[in-house]
């Protein structure tokens, strides 16, 4: 049984377009979280959800809109998309939010965007 | 500015040799944690380490929490060719969220 699931694994797509990425976590877990990995494998932070609401939002452009329609779901949508998005991006979740806890990833969607 | 500098980048090494991996700061945390990620998939954790100077063992892997609190070091003994993969530490402070060092991309020829 997955922990943590997202679909799709690749996705390509044109400049401009508009997509999702969903994922999904069967852990019973309180927070959700969403990553971005670039080409040199630094995984950097971009949302975190906590009981479906948003607490942390670094510094990523309003064309990136994460959706929480419950504790076990967290969408990341994006749009008009740009050549720099592509990269593979992670949903993780954790129990809670608090120190030493330990996140579970999904197996990762890669997004070329040509 | 990187928060968390892991070194070396790459290392290429033969099955049966031991390595160290290092994940240094100028920040203190409050925990420190070092997750595996194998090629197509998510980071996995490996352990967590809270205390100054705090070891621990996983089998053929040793971890060390450094006294102030600002370092960490991974050593491999003998490594094997399944433990090839990218480490990766991450640091936690107040804000509870993890900032992942580069990583360390390691493999190990059979």
């Known amino acids: 049984d997955t922990a943590v699931s997202q679909t799709p694994k690749y996705l390509v797509t044109q400049m401009g377009n508009d997509k999702s990425i969903k994922c999904e976590q069967n852990?019973?877990?309180?927070?959700m979280y969403w990553y971005k990995q670039d080409s040199k494998k630094f995984l950097k932070i971009m949302f975190s959800y906590n009981n479906k609401e948003l607490i942390i939002n670094e510094t990523v452009p309003n064309r990136f809109s994460p959706k929480s329609p419950d504790k076990a779901h967290l969408n990341l949508h994006i749009n008009s998309l740009e050549l720099g998005d592509s990269a593979v991006y992670f949903c993780?979740?954790?129990?809670?939010?608090?120190?030493?806890?330990?996140?579970?990833f999904g197996p990762g969607t890669r997004l070329t965007v040509l | 500015t990187q928060l968390l500098e892991q070194s070396p980048q790459f290392l290429s090494i033969q099955e049966g040799e031991n390595l160290t991996v290092y994940c240094n700061s100028s920040s203190v945390f409050s925990s420190l944690q070092w997750y595996r990620q194998e090629p197509g998939e998510g980071p996995v954790l490996l352990v967590t380490?809270?205390?100054?100077?705090e070891v621990k063992k996983l089998k053929r892997l040793t971890f060390q929490f450094g006294d102030a609190r600002k370092d960490s070091s991974l050593h491999i003994t003998a490594a094997q060719p399944g433990d090839t993969g990218l480490y990766l530490c991450a640091g936690v402070r107040g804000s509870y969220i993890p900032t992942f060092g580069r990583g360390t991309s390691l493999i190990v020829h059979p």
């Open positions: 380490v809270v205390t100054g100077g």
């Open positions: 993780a979740s954790s129990q809670y939010i608090g120190d030493g806890n330990e996140q579970f």
């Open positions: 852990l019973g877990h309180d927070t």
